[in-house]
Nanobody, 125 residues
Framework: QLQASGGGLVQAGGSLRLSCATS????????VGWLRQVPGEERDLIAA????????YYADSVKGRFTIHRDNAKNTVYLQMYSLRPDDTAVYYC????????????????????WGQGTQVTVSS
């Protein structure tokens, strides 16, 4: 089971760091993605990281503003978010899947097999 945390209310232009951890198992065994969802819309993948940590994916909407990285010693994957905008407001989820090889990155929501509860991010204008 995954748990996303670190959400909150921030003003436009501000920053937040989200964390993804697992209550059981070792997150370092998985490729991990960060997704977000606005009510009434589909869940979108915005960033992903390979198990090796050196292959990254970003959606165009967050490229240059968000950074995904992992700390396997802490069994945690982070999403550092800068220059936040009101349209970044959403529930953010992390998800994981055991990859076929270390550098593989999953780039669509349906690829992921393990999900957790999300964390709300609200950006005020």
């Amino acid at each position: 089971q995954l748990q996303a945390s670190g959400g909150g209310l921030v003003q436009a232009g501000g920053s937040l760091r989200l964390s993804c951890a697992t209550s059981g198992g070792t997150l370092s065994s998985y490729a991990v993605g960060w997704l977000r969802q606005v009510p009434g819309e589909e869940r979108d993948l915005i960033a992903a990281i390979s198990r090796s940590g050196d292959n990254l994916y970003y959606a165009d909407s967050v490229k240059g503003r968000f950074t995904i990285h992992r700390d396997n010693a802490k069994n945690t994957v982070y999403l550092q978010m800068y220059s936040l905008r009101p349209d970044d407001t959403a529930v953010y989820y992390c998800a994981a899947r055991t990859p076929g090889y270390d550098r593989y990155v999953y780039t669509t929501p349906r690829d992921y097999r393990i999900w957790g509860q999300g964390t709300q991010v609200t950006v005020s204008s």
